[in-house]
């Protein structure tokens, strides 16, 4: 981008980031005064941390009138020293114990194009370089279908610390771009150690299972009684709900339920949840606040109720913008933005829902012309 392309786009951004949080939407997390801050400057770019804030006006005013906040984070943490710039110097107390679902890490969820400006030409694969030496425009998105996807693995990992592990106090919230964070609250997860989180994560992932063991076969299936628990328990209910189970009778006396051992597989990659470990083993992660926005898509934090169904929803419903977007393209290109195709040709202007304009602007594809019809929705 040239340099008034760039100032063109900051103005945008710093505009409309700061009319959103000057409506107060954030979600006060527990124990603010024990919290690390932190956020990415939408100023200069830089990520700043060791902040602390005993109060939202605080903290509000440093957003509204210091640092425009691309992301803003709080520590999973509890600290008696947030703001030390040393670690080892906060005075650890304790973490809330969280997970991360990312839908493009599910197969065939990640898209990406890389896109030449100047050129004019637009490449599935990598490439460093474009023909008339400019710098490629790396662009990826997902369908509204990939996220459905993750949303079933948040379900089956809060059954899991529900049935399992006995968690009663837990919170799942849409990222504002590609997945979901699901957060246990219960007191006594705040002293887990790394190992302890390690642990959990192995094993709603089903990382390093001894299926020998814990699925021992006989004459080629797997028995089950009818008190199972645990990872059993849900491989025989995923079973019959497939009705993969037939009725199996064993010395003329006892009845199983039983599976052949050839669906094993199959059941485990619909049980087993793919969380990303390095969050969950993390003491010291940063989350970020309920009602942000997240602007690597521009889309809003939301905390979801897992016993109402998403599949009615969409892209759109996460934005807190609404209205329509005057913009310039900057390439020519075919791509789809979230579910949308958008058709633009270099120095064309364009009229856009705002929460696709919006997208476009920050993967940096357009410039923003006129955005006086841009309100927001809360």
Known sequence: MSHQEQTR???????????YYSRKPLEEPGELHKREIALESLEDGAYIR????????????????????????????????????????????GSELTFDIDADKLPGCEKKLWICPLSNTVS?????????????VEYSWLSWDCILKAWRGVLNLVDILRE??????????????????????????LEYTREMRKAIADY???????????????????????????????????????????RKVIGGKREFEAISVDSLEE???????????AVTMDITRLSRFGNSLNMKAGLR????????????????????????????SLVTANIEVFDNKVALKR???YKLEAYVGLYLILKKLVEPIDYSEVEIKI
Request: charged share 25%.
């Open 9 to 19: 786009r900051t103005i945008f951004l710093k505009d409309i980031i700061r009319e």
């Open 50 to 93: 060791h902040l602390s804030f005993p109060y939202m006006h605080l903290l509000y005013d440093f957003i509204l009138n210091k640092k425009t906040p691309m992301h803003l984070y709080y520590s999973s943490a509890l600290y008696s020293t947030p703001d030390a710039p040393k670690m080892e110097d906060k005075g650890w107390e």
């Open 124 to 136: 599935e694969t990598m490439i460093d370089t474009c023909p008339k030496g400019e710098n490629p």
């Open 164 to 189: 399992e592990f006995g968690f009663t106090n837990i919170k799942v919230y849409f990222s504002g771009n590609r997945g979901f964070h699901v957060k246990v609250y219960d007191p006594e997860v």
């Open 204 to 246: 709603v992932s089903c990382e390093g299972l001894n299926k020998e063991r814990l699925f021992p076969t006989y004459r080629g299936q797997i028995l089950f009684t009818h008190r199972e628990y645990g990872i059993r328990k849900r491989v025989l209910d995923a079973a019959r709900a497939m009705n993969l189970v037939v």
């Open 267 to 277: 059941i485990l990659s619909l049980i087993c949840v793919n969380v990303d470990k």
């Open 301 to 328: 934090v939301v905390q979801l109720d897992i016993n109402k169904n998403i599949e009615d929803l969409s892209f759109r419903d996460f934005s807190p913008f609404k209205g329509e977007l005057k913009v310039k």
């Open 347 to 349: 120095g064309e202007v």
